[in-house]
T-cell receptor, first 115, second 111 residues
Framework: NAGVTQTPKFQVLKTGQSMTLQCAQDMNHEYMSWYRQDPGMGLRLIHY???????DQGEVPNGYNVSRSTTEDFPLRLLSAAPSQTSVYFC??????????????FGEGSRLTVL | GEDVEQSLFLSVREGDSSVINCTYTDSSSTYLYWYKQEPGAGLQLLTY?????DMKQDQRLTVLLNKKDKHLSLRIADTQTGDSAIYFCAEPAQAGTALIFGKGTTLSVSS
């Protein structure tokens, strides 16, 4: 199994450009989420989804959009990139709620630099 | 809301024990997690503990939970250079649909 696949692995953008980070999982997981990791800040939740057609905001949603048209895919869109969005982005998925021994499976990350 | 705190750095010598500490805020958390991140990689689940347990042992790993003080610790016995990584404590958030992570403890193991 491929698990959680993120593309691209690296991207450089100019301020104001838009782009989409792709995330796909082949484990039939209902729950998916996006995090950003910044030095000294740990991982912060951007958006999450509990199933196809259902998304909600996490801790730091501003400047990002998500959609969940299928169980497998959960793309993250940057509408107008800003230098503050320079970060490493992780997509994650789980089969069950994490209040019930669910395991969160992570992709390898997408490193984004905004100039 | 949920919040998780942990110290940022720990340096030990190979063969010593490492203890990474964490405090959390949500007393209703049913499970608490430890994740490990190696350089350039995503996070991987290391271990977890159910909230009605005080201790869980898994080979070289021992997790201790003090619910009264909302304190969680991870002990790694006989620490090896391969254990050098960032360790994250986490608790469920958003009704268990995601996790809230601490800032991560960078463990450095010297030989």
């Amino acid at each position: 199994n491929a698990g959680v696949t993120q593309t691209p692995k690296f991207q450089v953008l100019k301020t104001g450009q838009s782009m989409t980070l792709q995330c796909a999982q082949d484990m039939n997981h209902e729950y998916m989420s996006w995090y950003r990791q910044d030095p000294g800040m740990g991982l912060r939740l951007i958006h999450y989804s509990v199933g196809a057609g259902i998304t909600d905001q996490g801790e730091v949603p501003n400047g990002y959009n998500v959609s969940r048209s299928t169980t497998e895919d959960f793309p993250l869109r940057l509408l107008s990139a800003a230098p503050s969005q320079t970060s490493v982005y992780f997509c994650a998925s789980s089969y069950s709620r994490l209040t019930n021994t669910g395991e969160l499976f992570f992709g390898e990350g997408s490193r984004l630099t905004v100039l | 809301g949920e919040d998780v705190e942990q110290s940022l750095f720990l340096s030990v010598r190979e063969g010593d024990s490492s203890v990474i500490n964490c405090t959390y805020t949500d007393s209703s958390s049913t499970y608490l997690y430890w994740y490990k991140q190696e350089p350039g990689a995503g996070l991987q689940l290391l271990t977890y503990i159910f909230s009605n347990m005080d201790m869980k042992q898994d080979q070289r790993l021992t997790v201790l939970l003090n619910k009264k003080d909302k304190h969680l610790s991870l002990r790694i016995a006989d620490t090896q250079t391969g254990d050098s990584a960032i360790y994250f404590c986490a608790e469920p958030a958003q009704a268990g649909t995601a996790l809230i992570f601490g800032k991560g403890t960078t463990l450095s193991v010297s030989s």
